[in-house]
């Protein structure tokens, strides 16, 4: 069995749409939300930050926690938890670089995203927005002495979400 993938990620809105990520992953085109990996010297806001910096040339703030998501990939049986926090859009540089293996950032209405479920990477993605329209937002007090978050992804787990 694989160890548990712990991830973050934002839900973007500005203009009524929000923001993805075209990428390659399992062999084929998805969509997702920006985000990625926490590193040792950050905090998952931090993380959040600089993912969609990285991943669409794009400066957010970050704001609530909109809730922490347990994928389990039905064919790999790969456990992906994803730690979800609502950003604002600040400014997006259209120079900038972005990540490998990303092929681009797109703006998407929110029924636009719902008729491309097939091609999300994860039910999560679609979960998260969900949330997030509900107004759904999670208490910081509930990652409150996990630090470092690595070595506490056992906890984390017992609060997640199952997509």
């Known amino acids: 069995m694989y160890p548990t993938d712990l991830t973050v990620a934002a839900v973007v809105e500005h203009d009524g749409k929000y923001l993805l990520v075209e990428e390659r992953a399992m062999g084929k085109r998805v969509l997702c939300q920006p985000g990625g990996h926490i590193e040792s010297d950050e905090s998952p806001e931090q993380a959040v930050v600089r993912e969609v910096l990285e991943e669409t040339g794009c400066t957010v ?3 609530d926690l909109i809730g922490i998501y347990l994928w389990i990939h039905p064919q790999t049986r790969q456990q992906f938890l994803r730690l979800v926090y609502s950003a604002a859009f600040v400014s997006c540089d259209e120079t ?3 990540d490998d293996g990303i092929l681009g950032r797109r703006w998407m209405a929110l029924e ?6 097939n091609d999300l990477r994860s039910p999560a993605v679609l979960r998260c927005i969900r ?3 509900k107004g759904q937002r999670q208490s910081d007090a509930l990652l409150t002495g996990m630090l470092p978050l690595q070595q506490n992804v056992h906890r ?8």
Request: charged share 30%; net charge negative.
């Open 61 to 63: 703030n970050c704001h």
């Open 156 to 163: 984390i787990l017992a609060t997640a979400d199952l997509v």
């Open 112 to 117: 636009d995203i719902e008729y491309r479920r």
């Open 96 to 98: 900038l670089a972005l």
């Open 131 to 133: 949330d997030y329209e």
